[in-house]
T-cell receptor
Framework: DAGVTQSPTHLIKTRGQQVTLRCSPK?????VSWYQQALGQGPQFIFQ???????QRGNFPDRFSGHQFPNYSSELNVNALLLGDSALYLC??????FGPGELFFGEGSRLTVL | AQSVTQLGSHVSVSEGALVLLRCNYS??????LFWYVQYPNQGLQLLLK??????LVKGINGFEAEFKKSETSFHLTKPSAHMSDAAEYFC??????????FGKGTRLHILP
């Protein structure tokens, strides 16, 4: 049973560009959450998707947007990249209604903005 | 709103010694509390969680944590440290909305 998979694992962009990160949840999971983890920091909640809708959102600007597909996979898009967007982006999946908080994390996509 | 404060960004203990990682939380509703571990170049893995009921929670790899409402704390302990415990540990809190808020993490170093 595959866990949470993310792609790409590493990427380099320049300021002003746009990036799309992808996530496939663990089999049987219907909810996807995205987190940004800057170097030396804890993960910061970006948003959560359930039933193809954004259900929760953290304190991130509108440059950060997402999408969830009917197969529960998800994308994170970041427009007009800034140097400060350099971070590890983590996707986590869970099963709504099966109790709180047991997130399954992927290994992340490491974004470097030059 | 919920928040978490982890005391000590780095903690060093000798192999075989007690591990104690401190976490205090703030929550406007009865909290759900979690400890996650992150090994280098990997995602996070759930160690243990408190939802309701027994305040002493046992997790994987011999770790446990105690929920103390009066102290708003959820400290993580392990009686005897092993070299393989070296990692980053994150305390986290959630209300009833499935949004999990993480602390800044504590890096645990194990000394031989």
């Amino acid at each position: 049973d595959a866990g949470v998979t993310q792609s790409p694992t590493h990427l380099i962009k320049t300021r002003g560009q746009q990036v799309t990160l992808r996530c496939s949840p663990k089999s049987g999971h219907d909810t996807v959450s995205w987190y940004q983890q800057a170097l030396g920091q804890g993960p910061q909640f970006i948003f959560q998707y359930y039933e193809e809708e954004e259900r929760q959102r953290g304190n991130f600007p509108d440059r950060f947007s997402g999408h969830q597909f009917p197969n529960y996979s998800s994308e994170l898009n970041v427009n007009a990249l800034l140097l400060g967007d350099s971070a590890l982006y983590l996707c986590a999946s869970s099963q709504t209604g099966f109790g709180p908080g047991e997130l399954f994390f992927g290994e992340g996509s490491r974004l470097t903005v030059l | 709103a919920q928040s978490v404060t982890q005391l000590g960004s780095h903690v060093s203990v000798s192999e075989g010694a007690l591990v104690l990682l401190r976490c205090n939380y703030s929550s406007s509703v009865p909290p759900y509390l979690f400890w996650y571990v992150q090994y280098p170049n990997q995602g996070l893995q759930l160690l243990l969680k408190y939802t309701t009921g027994a305040t002493l929670v046992k997790g994987i790899n011999g770790f446990e944590a105690e929920f103390k409402k009066s102290e708003t704390s959820f400290h993580l302990t392990k009686p005897s440290a092993h070299m393989s415990d070296a990692a980053e540990y994150f305390c986290a809190v959630s209300g009833r909305d499935d949004k999990i808020i993480f602390g800044k993490g504590t890096r645990l170093h194990i000394l031989p």
